[in-house]
């Protein structure tokens, strides 16, 4: 299949979409905004993609937790659906809010097998008790998600108030074990943050910035690709502009690679 079909969840909000229906259209994906109650109206409509998307926002206003109502709201009239979807060979991507609805609702971690539905591990308040909002290094961990193919460091931004990653102490050994360990925060010089400000933006257990499912099929990350799609979107970009002259503002950006694996998945 040359062009997945990608449908990318808006509504009540989610408020990151546009950007990241760009990204995935840029890198070959035939992407489609579709509001969430238009989703419950007509779920089987999932059927037609080969990608969902929880894009990043504020859904629900964060009013009962970060991701918590719309987790809800997905899990009382979608979950069959969802589980169809998932069961087959599809991916599943969750952008900051969209990661926190993806944790809530139990699609990350999963459980054994493919058996989901559990919140086993949480997104809770930044440790600094802020909003934070800056660009962060990240270093891929030893998983075998789809979307970090290939990738061994990444340079994102964050942009959120509840970011820290929790988990059980039995929970955080299962996922190491079972390789669900994506992305961690890391330091300028791509050494461990452990668990120091700034490095590490909110105080995350063991720096763990993005969890996939054991399968390496559902993805979900704090950090924002689709806010480093072009290089041109990095702080830096003045700089890089003077140094390298010949360099346009469609040059690839670091976020890339993530909508661009998830694409190449199913050429």
């Given at each position: 299949m040359a062009q997945p079909?990608?449908?990318?969840l808006?509504?009540?909000g989610?408020?990151c ?7 995935f259209?840029a890198c070959?994906?035939?992407?489609k905004?579709?509001h969430?109650n ?5 779920p ?5 993609y080969?990608i ?6 504020f ?15 997905m899990?009382?009239?979608l ?10 060979d ?9 990661f926190q609805?993806?944790?809530?609702l139990?699609?990350l971690?999963g459980?054994?097998?493919?058996s989901f539905?559990?919140?086993r ?5 930044n440790s600094?008790?802020?909003y ?5 290094n990240?270093?891929?961990a030893?998983s075998?998600?789809?979307f970090l193919?290939g ?7 964050v942009a ?5 990653f929790f988990?059980p102490?039995?929970?955080l050994?299962?996922l190491k074990?079972r ?5 961690r925060?890391v330091d300028?010089?791509n050494q461990?943050?452990?668990g ?5 933006p909110n105080?995350?257990l063991?720096?763990i910035?993005?969890?996939s ?12 690709p689709?806010?480093?799609f ?5 702080p830096?970009?003045p700089?890089d ?5 010949g360099v346009?503002?469609?040059k690839?950006g670091p976020g890339r690679i993530i909508?661009?694996?998830?694409v190449?998945y199913?050429?």
């Open positions: 079909a990608v449908l990318l808006t509504g009540y989610i408020n979409e546009e950007e990241t229906a760009y990204a259209q070959g994906a035939k992407p905004i579709v969430v238009d989703l419950i109206a007509a089987n409509q999932l059927n037609d080969q969902f998307v929880v894009p990043g926002g859904s629900y206003g964060d009013d009962t937790g970060s991701g918590n109502a719309l987790a809800n709201k899990r009382h009239a979950w069959p659906e969802l589980m169809e979807f998932v069961a087959a599809h991916l599943v991507l969750g952008i900051c809010n969209g609805v993806l944790v809530n139990g699609l971690p459980g054994d097998g493919n539905g559990e919140r591990v949480a997104l809770i308040a600094s008790a802020r934070e909002c800056r660009w962060v990240l270093a891929a030893d075998n998600t789809v193919q990738v061994d460091s990444l340079y994102l931004p959120h108030g509840e970011g820290r988990a102490p039995e929970t050994a299962e074990q390789r669900q360990i994506a992305l925060y300028s010089e461990s943050a452990a120091e400000f700034p490095a590490n105080g995350s063991d720096d910035a993005g969890l499912a054991a399968d390496g099929r559902i993805f979900g990350l704090m950090p924002h689709e806010r480093a072009r290089l041109h979107h990095l830096s970009w700089e502009s003077a140094l390298n002259p346009d503002g469609q690839n909508f661009a694996n998830a190449d199913f050429s």
